[in-house]
């Protein structure tokens, strides 16, 4: 079970309400500083598998018509 955001399915349902919103940019990069340091966490609750060493990122455009 790997971390799953939230977003991906209200996005796409229209999580924005009275806003038009586009993903413009999407990557995926080894994790960083902040997030090694949580991984004990994390994996102790089941968010990442054993084996997941990147995160991704997502930038997304949301503005009123």
Known sequence: MGYRSS???G???G???GR????????RI???PVLLSRLPWLRE???????DTNEELVVIR???P
């Open 7 to 9: 977003l991906g399915a």
């Open 11 to 13: 996005f796409a349902g």
């Open 15 to 17: 999580a924005l309400p």
């Open 20 to 27: 038009a919103a586009a993903r413009r940019a999407r990557t």
């Open 30 to 32: 080894p994790f960083g």
């Open 45 to 51: 609750h089941q968010l990442l598998h054993t084996d």
């Open 62 to 64: 949301a503005q009123h």
